[in-house]
């Protein structure tokens, strides 16, 4: 069964503070998806970044960085310097390649709180 | 470029009544797909449909039915509501391609069910 666990419900950070966000995931499949979605107070899910399973290679897009480690099965996602802008809901999900739709698992989600 | 819209935005209903919440995907998208997110937690897969099709369910009971028009546009109709249908329900576009993109997601319709 396919599973996204993010075990840190809620962090709360300084300003210019580094953070982690921690995924791990379960499927049986071999080719899969990986996600995380940003959900600010107004409700809808922003795309951060996808990355299939046959792409370890890390990514960095100005302050976000992303760490994708099969042999753990984690998708971490680092924010640089935090801004009080990054305070949101943040969402890793999984979606595998062996199904008959394109179906989103979520994690349930860490909150993510940055004071100035 | 209009991204995913949602409507109505809020709605109340009453325990036992039905609602019908609509979604138009983003231009290009022909894929829609339908999410129940609980307060506090991990948006949940409801159902997908592609060519006016359903083409993927999760685990939702029947009083959960939904249709595409030919324009691509969707709708959800949850019948004989219970308490525990209050949530935010969030449409998701995206394109059928060679090659798996990413959702779009609307901001939601928020359901309170009295």
């Known amino acids: 069964a396919q599973k996204v666990t993010q075990a840190q419900t809620e962090i709360s950070v300084v300003e210019k503070e580094d953070v982690t966000l921690d995924c791990v995931y379960e499927t049986r499949d071999t080719t899969y998806y990986l996600f995380w979605y940003k959900q600010p107070p107004s409700g809808e899910l922003v795309f951060l970044i996808r990355?299939?399973?046959?792409?370890?290679q890390n990514e960095i897009s100005g302050r976000y960085s992303w760490n994708f480690q099969k042999s753990t099965s984690s998708f971490n996602f680092t924010i640089t310097a935090s801004q009080v802008v990054d305070s949101a809901v943040y969402f890793c999900a999984l979606s595998e390649a062996n199904q008959a739709g394109t179906a989103l698992i979520f994690g349930k989600g860490t909150t993510l709180s940055v004071s100035s | 470029d209009a991204g995913v819209t949602q409507s109505p935005t809020h709605l109340i209903k009453t325990r036992g009544q039905q609602v019908t919440l609509r979604c138009s995907p983003k231009?290009?998208?022909?894929?829609v797909s339908w999410y129940q997110q609980a307060l506090g937690q991990g948006p949940q897969f409801i159902f997908q449909?592609?060519?006016?099709?359903?083409?993927q369910r999760g685990n939702f009971p029947d009083r959960f039915s939904g249709h595409q028009f030919p324009n691509y546009s969707s709708e959800l109709n949850v019948n004989a509501l219970l308490l525990g249908d209050s949530a935010l329900y969030l449409c998701?576009?995206?394109?059928?391609?060679?090659?798996?993109?990413?959702?779009?997601f609307g901001q939601g319709t928020r359901l309170t069910v009295v």
């Open positions: 998701a576009s995206s394109p059928e391609q060679g090659e798996y993109t990413e959702a779009f």
């Open positions: 990355r299939n399973s046959f792409d370890e």
């Open positions: 449909y592609y060519e006016e099709e359903e083409r």
């Open positions: 231009s290009g998208h022909d894929t």
